[in-house]
């Protein structure tokens, strides 16, 4: 897909409504229940999101997902969910006993990969100002981390390696995503991942369930997840927008203002102390969200 310039306006306030809806819906992973019943709120979580796609298909007349097109269709973005609930249990899990700056460390990886799916896999038109400003996250987002690096020594080594994981499992799921989009269409995608998401976390919490089920009994856990769930939805709802408005490159510049407006999420509602050299970082990503988004 070759990307239109006099989208790229829209694509970006996709993303960024995307973006505000993740960061309120990540909030929840700092739940009380999340730290004794993980699997049990991710699991309500799951059947929440099942269950509002398939009614939202109901009551809109998409019905279920065009199976029929082919089950080599449908297996790529089945198995898909499958990795990105491995990710949303690690991120979940992370998000919970870990400083949100340090979980939220940046999107080297989607940067990288979102560019080579989007410019080898899908055609898309790559300029010579969104490489320049590829580059410039890229080095901005090492030279960040490489400030972290004592911070990141104080933590267990078990629990170093989470967010770097999250960052690649986040970093490679959503390209591929946007590539399935292309091919499947909007709500199949939608749709079949997240019933892979269910079914990895499905799998997780049965193998738990003894010390899980428990987590179901809490009213308190269901009204957390499920809102958790709506706000989910949307969120990918948006990004999907982003994706086929603007393109895989252009969504995978975008996502990397998440780590400013989640950081800045937690440190209001938890009072997580904020380092604010980060914001030089993000002040300058902001002039360059406005070149790509004013000259591409």
Known sequence: MIELAEMVPYAAAAELASLLL???ANLAWRSKGMRRYP?????????VAVSILLCGGFLMDFGLPS??????QALPAFLLGMYGGIGLIVFAISLNRMPAQLVFFGGSIHLIFGTV?????????ISRLTI??????????????????KTWASISPWRRILPFLVGFIW???????GYLQKDIGLWDTLVITEFGVFSIISLAFLSQIKSQVAGLRSLGHFKVMSLQAVLS????GFTALCISWGGVVLHSIL???SSLINVTAFRYRFQEKFDFRYLYFFIVYGVLMGLLTFFS
């Open 132 to 149: 320049g400003i590829i580059v410039i996250l890229f080095i901005g987002q090492l030279f960040v981390i490489w400030q972290d690096r």
């Open 233 to 236: 939805i949307l969120a990918q």
């Open 22 to 24: 993740f960061a309120r």
């Open 171 to 177: 970093g490679t799921y959503f390209p591929v995503y």
């Open 39 to 47: 699997l049990a709120m991710l699991w309500i979580r799951a059947v």
């Open 255 to 257: 996502t990397n203002f």
């Open 117 to 125: 799916i989007g410019g080898l896999a899908l055609d898309e038109e």
């Open 67 to 72: 199976v029929a097109k082919g089950f080599a």
